[in-house]
Each structure stands twice: as structure tokens, then as C-alpha cells.
């Protein structure tokens, strides 16, 4: 299971890639990374991004149910992973108590920070219904794709 893990992840990076290469528009790039995580995952009800707007990270583009429009930075998975700068995952979120529950089936989530000079410019959330869905291959492999993205629009602001 782990090397097809690891695998799974290698072939996403490497998708990601290509989908990045010569497209400069961070919210078209966001999309397709959002679309390429939902579907090359299994067990996901929800991945997306939440941009940093001030105070608050307000949703950006997604695959899954609707979802919540403005998170206060320190404020459930997503807003305290931008606070501490760094990934949280939650093998379950009842037992997190400052989880905000946008979609009561969720129950395990991984957040990654995407961090551009020093400064948390958003998150990437992956919701699935599943407990202890993440570990730390997930986590691994989604911390890399998310540098791949922020290298991409580092180098290429768009």
C-alpha cells in the first residue's frame, strides 16, 4: 500500500505539472489542482482552497458540496493550520474541538498552507468521510503538490 502510495503521489505531482506548465492564472490553475486532488483521491467528500482575504480565508475554487464562505484565521482546521503556518491533520474531527463542521459527514481532514515569502496566502483542504482517511504519505504528498503550485505562481505570478 505504501509504495502505491507514494506512487499515487508521484503521478499527481506529475499531472499537476503539465497542468500548471505555461498557464499563468492562479484561480484556472487552483481549479484544475482542486479537480485533479477530488478525482485522483479516493475517499474525498470535499477538496478545495480558501484564499486569505485580510482576517479571514474565503473559499476558493472546490469539488464537493457546498461549502463555508469565510474562515477567521485561528478558526477551525483550515484557519489554524494559516495561523500556525503549518499542515494539520485531524485522524478525526469530533474529537477536534474547534473543527466548523460545513458538512456533518466529514469526519477526518488534511490542511496544507500555501506559504509564499513567509507569508500564508491560503490553504488547501481535503475533507473525507472517512476517520483516519489521512496519514502521513497524504500529507506528504499533498504538502509537495501544494509546492508545486506556489513555485509555479511564485516564479509565473499570474
Known amino acids: ?5 507514494l506512487g499515487l503521489y508521484r503521478d499527481l505531482a506529475a ?4 497542468l500548471l506548465a505555461g498557464e ?4 484556472a490553475n487552483a481549479a484544475n489542482m482542486a479537480a485533479l ?3 485522483g ?3 474525498l467528500d470535499w477538496a478545495g482552497f480558501y484564499f486569505r482575504q485580510g482576517a479571514d480565508l474565503v473559499l476558493g475554487p472546490f469539488q464537493g458540496k457546498p461549502a463555508c464562505v469565510r ?7 483550515c484557519g489554524i493550520a494559516a495561523a500556525r503556518v503549518g499542515t494539520v491533520l485531524v485522524p478525526d474531527v469530533h474529537d477536534f474541538p474547534a473543527h466548523i463542521a460545513c458538512d456533518p459527514a466529514s469526519r477526518s481532514e488534511l490542511v496544507v498552507p500555501l506559504i509564499e515569502t513567509g507569508e ?9 468521510p472517512v476517520v483516519g482517511r489521512f496519514d502521513e504519505i497524504d500529507q506528504a504528498g499533498c504538502e509537495r503538490l501544494v509546492a508545486l503550485f506556489v513555485d509555479h505562481h511564485h516564479r509565473d505570478p499570474g
Open 1 to 5: 500500500m505504501t509504495a502505491s502510495k
Open 15 to 18: 499531472q499537476l505539472a503539465a
Open 24 to 27: 499563468t492564472d492562479r484561480l
Open 37 to 39: 486532488i477530488y478525482h
Open 41 to 43: 483521491l479516493t475517499d
Open 71 to 77: 474562515i477567521p484565521l485561528g478558526k477551525g482546521v
Open 120 to 128: 500564508v496566502s491560503g490553504v488547501l483542504d481535503l475533507d473525507s
